[in-house]
């Protein structure tokens, strides 16, 4: 056996350096995707429920009604808000801006002797996992408070305060009804950013992009044609999977169909797009694969809400999480499954997609000509 020849050995390592120098996005690839990862898994995953915006509903005046007021003020689980009256507390909820609603009865602090002072907790329910832990946090709140009226001496009565809870929109607490509807945002995400992006990297990458631009074939048309076989095949894994979800695992579907398909179609429009864009950027299928994951899945993942609570990451993190497509699909199916067709949740997350639709489609577009071009 010949060694290595150090000549040729040398050849081959200052072509590749060369290569990598030239192809920038290599070195963006090794540098810039551990700091992505570092900055998802450090400031964007919370398994925690901090700052739950909470509407307190305070009927009785009195000095006890007040002090279990002022224990949900101080904790640090809970944004308290109050509110004038259930129904405008319920209002909040329906609205999506608070998560729960305490409500104290105006009879509280005369019940309160007798051990028969209800206090009421309602709950958003989408979250079973965090309707747990609000509700947990919740009797901690009440324990404490009870606990320091007994250590002054002042009556708390038998068996103490009894918390009357509601769950809404996901009365059983499932944890299926949140996850099936997030799902479908993943599924989607992988077919409309992940697929896409290797398309028209391949034809660079077999080298049949040249026999395609010496056809009439305009930009558009050429577009087109990459689009509508995986919009096909999006909108039929949303078919299934809906069916699936509904008729499998039993989880219910309180919308419009009608608006699960047009906003549906927005969503995967903004997929395509960005993929498309992704692929007319980069020349190489494994680079379009690792910008594609980069860029599409694992926001998708971390930072659109489909496992995560978003209300308990820093606020820059929120901000961020505007810009990816997945959080305002994430909020449509959840919305459309669960709590029916919520036109105050629907149409402003429904204009945010087909912007981003329109602005992805247009920046692939131009890409392609710069590259035609160049």
């Known amino acids: 056996m010949t060694s290595p020849s150090l000549m040729r050995l040398r050849g081959l390592l200052r072509k590749e350096i060369l290569q990598i120098i030239r192809d920038p996005s290599s070195i963006i690839l090794a540098l810039v995707m551990p700091l992505v990862l570092l900055f998802l898994f450090g400031y964007g995953v919370s398994l925690d429920a901090e700052h739950v915006p909470l509407a307190v509903v305070l009927e009785d005046k009195s000095d006890a009604a007040r002090a279990v007021g002022a224990r949900f003020a101080l904790s640090p689980y809970f944004d308290v808000s109050h509110a004038t009256s259930l129904h405008e507390g319920e209002e909040l909820m329906r609205r999506g801006e608070v998560d729960g609603v305490l409500h104290i009865a105006s009879d509280f602090s005369s019940r309160l002797a007798s051990g028969q002072a209800p206090v009421q ?57 949140f996850l099936v509807p997030g799902l479908l945002t993943l599924i989607m995400t992988l077919t409309g950013v992940l697929l896409t992006a290797l398309v028209i990297a391949r034809e660079w990458e077999r080298g049949t992009m040249e026999a395609i631009l010496a056809t009439p074939l305009r930009i558009r ?154």
């Open 121 to 177: 907790l309602l709950l958003n329910g989408v979250d079973s996992n965090r309707a747990r832990l609000v509700q947990g946090y919740a009797q901690g709140v009440l324990a404490d408070w009870a606990a320091q009226r007994v250590a002054r001496g002042e009556p708390v009565g038998r068996p103490g305060v009894q918390v009357r809870q509601r769950v809404w929109f996901n009365e059983a607490l499932r944890s299926t009804n």
């Open 221 to 374: 048309e050429f577009l087109l044609g990459k689009m509508i076989p995986y919009y096909l095949l999006g909108m039929s894994g949303l078919v299934l999977s809906v069916g699936f979800g509904v008729l499998v695992f039993d989880v219910p579907f309180r919308g419009s169909y009608l608006a699960l398909f047009i906003l549906g179609s927005c969503f995967l429009l903004a997929s395509l797009g960005l993929g498309l864009f992704i692929s007319a950027a980069v020349r190489k299928q494994f680079i379009a694969a690792q910008v594609s994951i980069i860029s599409g899945f694992l926001p998708a993942f971390f930072l659109s809400g489909l496992l995560f609570d978003l209300e308990s990451t820093p606020e820059f993190v929120q901000l961020i999480s505007h810009v990816v497509p997945a959080r305002h699909f994430v909020d449509i199916s959840h919305t459309l499954f669960l709590a029916g067709n919520v036109f105050g949740v629907l149409v402003p997350s429904g204009l945010i997609l087909a912007g981003m639709a329109a602005l992805f489609i247009f920046l692939a577009r131009r890409q392609m000509s710069l590259r035609i071009e160049s």
